[in-house]
C-alpha cells in the first residue's frame, strides 16, 4: 500500500511538472506582445507604412498567429537561430495572402493621395471610382507578374520594373475615367 501511495504521489508530482512546464512553453498575451513589437520593426515597408494603425494591429495580429501556428512552443520559436528572418518571411507571406485576397488591398502600396499627387488620378474621386481603379490595376499587375510575390519584390526592391506599374495606373486612369496624363513640364492636365 504504501509503494502504491508512493507510485500515485511520484506520478502527481511528476504529472504536474509536465503540466506547468508545458503551460511555460505556450504562448501568452506577454509572449504576443513581444513578436508584434518585432513586427513594429517592419512598419516602414512599403505595404505596411500605409496602414492605419487599427489595419497595422490587425495584420500584426494576423502575423503573431500564423506564427504561433505553426510554433505552438514558444520556446522553439525563440531558440531559432534566425529567428528575425522567420519574422520577416511571416510579414512578406501575410502582405502576399492580403493582396492575393483582395485587389482593394493595392491601395495600401500604392495610396490615392499618392497618385493624386503623382499626376496620376484627379483629386475628389469618389470610392467606388477608386475601387474601380485599384481593381483595374490589380488585373494588370496579375496579368504581367508570373505570381504575388514576384510583383512585390518588384515594388520592395524598387526595380526598374516599377515603371511598368506606372504605365499599367495611367493605362487603368484612361480606360476608366476616359482621360489622357498629360504632363507639362511644370503642369499636369488631364484631359
Not at 30 to 53: G, I, P, Q, S, T
Not at 115 to 132: E, N, T
Not at 152 to 175: G, H, I, K, W
Request: aromatic share 14%; proline share 4%.
Amino acid at each position: 500500500m504504501k509503494r502504491f501511495l508512493l507510485s500515485i504521489t511520484i506520478f502527481a508530482a511528476a504529472a504536474a511538472m509536465i503540466v506547468g512546464c508545458s503551460s511555460k512553453a505556450k504562448w501568452g498575451e506577454k509572449e504576443r506582445r513581444e513578436v508584434r513589437d518585432e513586427v513594429r520593426a517592419y512598419r516602414d515597408m512599403v505595404y505596411l507604412e500605409n496602414l492605419a494603425d487599427v489595419e497595422f494591429d490587425e495584420f500584426s495580429g494576423d502575423v503573431v498567429e500564423a506564427i504561433e501556428i505553426d510554433y505552438p512552443v514558444y520556446t522553439t520559436f525563440v531558440e531559432l537561430p534566425g529567428k528575425g528572418d522567420t519574422v520577416e518571411i511571416y510579414v512578406v507571406s501575410t502582405i502576399v495572402s492580403e493582396l492575393n485576397a483582395d485587389a482593394h488591398n493595392m491601395r495600401n502600396i500604392f495610396p490615392y493621395p499618392q497618385l493624386v499627387a503623382d499626376g496620376i488620378l484627379p483629386p475628389a474621386l469618389d470610392k467606388q471610382a477608386q475601387r474601380a481603379f485599384y481593381d483595374c490595376f490589380a488585373r494588370k499587375v496579375r496579368n504581367y507578374y508570373p505570381s504575388t510575390e514576384a510583383f512585390f519584390e518588384a515594388v520592395v526592391n524598387d526595380d526598374p520594373s516599377t515603371s511598368m506599374l506606372t504605365m499599367f495606373q495611367q493605362q487603368c486612369a484612361a480606360d476608366l475615367f476616359d482621360w489622357n496624363v498629360v504632363v507639362d513640364e511644370t503642369t499636369i492636365f488631364f484631359d
